[in-house]
Structure formats: structure tokens, C-alpha cells
């Protein structure tokens, strides 16, 4: 069983290429929560799959509320890996989550990291098509390897981008992330069609349409920024950091 998180698509990406590797299956984490659906039986000898994107150097929030609820209905200790996604480093982002697992009794055997194209649009560019296609074709290799490590049951720290002191580097950006989050600087142009793509897409159910417009009515969101990047009107906009930049879906999800 592999679980997931994605916004755009690179992390349900992986998610996918994994499972049909492995000929396992997959379980949309986000879905699982809206539908308070988090109780799994598990198959004997059956490995336990998390592929989630590192933010800031940690994970998304969302991920603290879901291990917390999660429970397996099983009889043995599972296999149990973890696949980071990112746009260059991890940090100490595989340890945060081993330490809420190891909070819900649960033992993570081994982490891994795959570089993806990057989507912080609110700081960078989206990369050109070529650009994604080169970093698709390498995290492919990636994953192929991830894939191998897994069928013979590797075990500890695989995390081969966590980057010159991992554990500073989430100490330092993860509690701006934490902290932040804010929705107040969404803000929605004349380009938007109605469509409720944005409030479908919304992981954690901020967004509500209101006379044929979404509207924010959470403090706080995941900043996942799929209601940005997956609007096909590009209507949606973050202050001012997202108006010269692109958007990005992964183009295989």
C-alpha cells in the first residue's frame, strides 16, 4: 500500500510508478481525509508506502493530523518506507516524520528522496517543459532504484539530498512555514470562470465558492498551491510574488 500527497502531481507521480513496480496500490491522502477514511487493513507481508513533497526542509501539516488518525488493522510489523519528493534538498524532513511515527507506535524501516521538478512558484519560476523532462527522465532512475531498494527490504537513512546540516536547515525554514500559511494573500482576478476547480483541489477545504468565486475562509492553508497552479484560467494569484511566474502540473500525474 502506498499512501500519497500531491499537489501538483509529482508526488502522486511517484506514488504510481512505485506502485505499479511493485504491483501494489496506491491511497490518496488528502481523499482519505475528507472522507475520515483512515483505518487499513493490511495484507500478510505487505509493504507500507509514504510519498509526500518536502516543505521548507519538513512535510506538510496536513501529514501531522493524518498519522495521528491513522491505524492499520494487522497482526505482524509491516515493511514501512518513506519517499520524499523535492526540488533540491530534504533536510531533516525523513526525520520529522520517522519521530510522528515512532508517536503512533509505528517504525519507519527506511527513507528515500527523489528531486522533482520544482513548483514553489512563489519564489521561482515553473521550469520550461524541457527543463521538467530532464528532471523527470532523472527522477525515474531515481525511483527505479528506490523501487530496488525496497523488494530486498533496505533498511535506515537513504536520503541521498538531505543537504549540508539537514537538521539546521529545518530548524531554521520549517517554523516560517508553520507559522505562515497565510490565505489572506490569495486573491482571485477577472480571468476566473467559475469552474470550482480550486475548491475541489483544496486538500484541507479552505476554499469555498461564493457567488461563482472562491473565497478563503480558513486563516491558514496547507500552501500546498494547487488552487495556483492547477487554475486553468491562471486566474488565482499569490500577492504579488506569483504574477511573472509560470505554473507547473506535472505533466505525466
Known amino acids: 500500500m502506498v499512501f500519497y500527497f500531491s499537489a501538483t502531481g509529482n508526488s502522486a507521480y511517484a506514488a504510481r510508478r ?10 490518496d ?17 505487505e509493504t507500507v508506502g509514504f510519498v509526500m513533497p518536502t516543505y521548507f526542509f519538513g512535510i506538510p501539516v496536513i501529514l501531522h493530523a493524518f498519522l495521528y488518525a491513522l491505524q492499520f488493522v494487522t497482526r505482524e510489523r509491516h515493511y514501512t518506507y518513506l519517499v520524499l519528493t523535492c526540488g533540491g534538498k530534504t533536510g531533516a524532513a ?3 516524520f520517522a519521530g510522528i511515527m515512532r508517536d503512533n507506535e ?4 527506511a527513507y528515500y528522496s527523489v528531486v522533482m521538478p520544482d ?26 532504484e528506490i523501487c530496488g531498494d ?24 520549517y517554523p516560517f512555514y508553520k507559522r505562515g500559511r497565510k490565505t489572506e494573500k490569495f486573491r482571485v482576478s477577472d480571468a476566473c470562470i467559475g469552474c470550482g476547480q480550486c475548491e475541489k483541489l483544496c486538500p484541507c477545504e479552505a476554499i469555498k465558492l461564493e457567488n461563482g468565486r472562491p473565497k478563503w475562509i480558513e486563516d491558514q492553508c496547507v500552501l500546498c498551491l ?12 499569490y500577492g504579488k510574488s ?9 505533466p505525466e500525474a
Open 18 to 27: 512505485i506502485a505499479d513496480t511493485l504491483d501494489d496500490r496506491t491511497v
Open 29 to 45: 491522502i488528502a481523499r482519505a481525509l475528507r472522507e475520515d477514511d483512515m483505518t487499513f487493513t493490511l495484507e500478510p507481508g
Open 94 to 96: 525523513g526525520d520529522m
Open 106 to 109: 509505528y517504525l519507519l524501516s
Open 119 to 144: 513548483n514553489y512558484i512563489l519564489r521561482y519560476d515553473a521550469p520550461s517543459q524541457e527543463e521538467t523532462q530532464r528532471l523527470l527522465r532523472a527522477a525515474d532512475r531515481e525511483l527505479d
Open 150 to 173: 525496497i523488494r530486498i527490504r533496505m533498511n535506515g537513512n537513504c536520503d541521498r539530498h538531505r543537504g549540508p546540516v539537514p537538521g539546521l536547515l529545518t530548524k531554521i525554514a
Open 226 to 237: 494547487a488552487c495556483i497552479n492547477r487554475c486553468p484560467q491562471k486566474a488565482i494569484q
Open 242 to 250: 506569483t504574477l511573472r511566474h509560470g505554473r507547473y502540473q506535472n
